[in-house]
Nanobody
Framework: VQLQASGGGLVQAGGSLRLSCAAS???????MGWFRQAPGKEREFVAA????????YYADSVKGRFTISRDNAKHTVYLQMNGLKAMDTAVYYC??????????????????WGQGTLVTVSS
């Protein structure tokens, strides 16, 4: 499955953005997630959601501020980002991993990656 992320932009600290990730095909059976990479830093896990929406998992740094969701009928995953901070500035990548019927999530093993979308938070 190919992934296309969108929705990035420039926002002031405390503001909100919603990222979208459109897949080229069905995402049933795929765990979906988001990673980010800030300038000069390593890529890091942000959030993930199981194919059936039973399980979600967040990095501690975004817990309570970000919400991941998905619409399987539209082949799309979302990342609602509220209370943005300067430290959230990064290129955000959408990812997918086929997991079949499992609702297990992981923070490292994702086979499919989309191109990034830049989020810049001004302080």
């Amino acid at each position: 499955v190919q992934l296309q992320a969108s929705g990035g932009g420039l926002v002031q600290a405390g503001g909100s953005l919603r990222l979208s990730c459109a897949a080229s095909g069905r995402i049933i059976g795929y765990s979906m997630g988001w990673f980010r990479q800030a300038p000069g830093k390593e890529r890091e896990f942000v959030a993930a959601i199981s194919w059936n929406r039973v399980s979600t998992y967040y990095a501690d740094s975004v817990k309570g501020r970000f919400t991941i969701s998905r619409d399987n009928a539209k082949h799309t995953v979302y990342l609602q980002m509220n209370g943005l901070k300067a430290m959230d500035t990064a290129v955000y990548y959408c990812v997918a991993q086929y997991t079949g019927t499992s609702s297990h999530l992981n923070t490292t093993q994702y086979r499919n990656w989309g191109q990034g979308t830049l989020v810049t938070v001004s302080s």
